[in-house]
């Protein structure tokens, strides 16, 4: 498939992070739900194979502390995706995502607000740099910053220069403002979607391979 042709709904694609400083990636295959030049709506169902970094004793990334996370080794794992699933809208030209996570009723837990480089599509599908940074809007619409302190660490260490940082900060403002005006995907309704229960679950692309394999762990 090119990689400036359209999905359509029930496609299966992949939603990809990368980063320049470690070879690992983060992959969720999903299935698309909307994909129009408001941006692209993938449905990630749990019980996904997906593929995650962690450390090399095959703990989060997160055990290693707000520098850690950034400088310890990682390593590739496949984990199945727990939860209720989660809905991740990709946004043209802006520096983020929205996911929304439900609650095991139904409804809508949150907006989780991804702050990251706007997505490139690829053949297999989306493809981006997670930031670290971001918001958790309740659907009341308050909302308060998400990981602020591994910011912080990422430029002690020199994951992210002190412009980089900066300019991260910036793209929280640009979320802020949205949230604020309660723009689209805000606005659009997502919160009262539900899977087709036709889909199957997707698998990960078979070139993918994986140091740790993780979906056995209870």
Request: charged share 25%.
């Amino acid at each position: 498939m090119s990689s400036t042709t359209r999905w359509s709904p029930g496609d299966q694609v992949t939603w990809t992070y990368y980063t320049l400083q470690h070879p690992t990636r983060t992959v969720r295959p999903g299935t698309v739900v909307l994909d129009d030049d408001r941006g692209i709506v993938v449905w990630v169902a749990p019980g996904t194979e997906v593929l995650l970094p962690v450390l090399s004793s095959g703990a989060p990334l997160r055990r290693a502390g707000d520098e850690g996370m950034f400088t310890q080794p990682r390593v590739q794992s496949k984990q199945l995706w727990t939860g209720n699933g989660i809905l991740m809208i990709g946004l043209p030209d802006k520096p983020y995502s929205v996911w929304l996570f439900f609650k095991d009723d139904g409804t809508l837990g949150c907006y989780y607000v991804n702050l990251e480089t706007p997505y490139e599509r690829t053949e297999e599908g989306v493809r981006t740099r997670d930031l670290v940074l971001d918001l958790v809007v309740l659907p009341r619409r308050d909302w308060h910053y998400k990981d602020e302190d591994e910011l912080e660490g990422a430029e002690r260490v020199g994951y992210f220069s002190p412009e980089e940082a900066e300019q991260i900060r910036e793209a929280g403002r640009i979320a802020e403002k949205d949230i604020a005006e309660w723009t689209y995907p805000f606005a659009a309704g997502f919160e009262h979607f539900f899977p087709d229960p036709r889909w199957p679950i997707p698998r990960l692309p078979e070139h993918y391979t994986w140091d740790l394999d993780l979906t056995t762990r209870s």
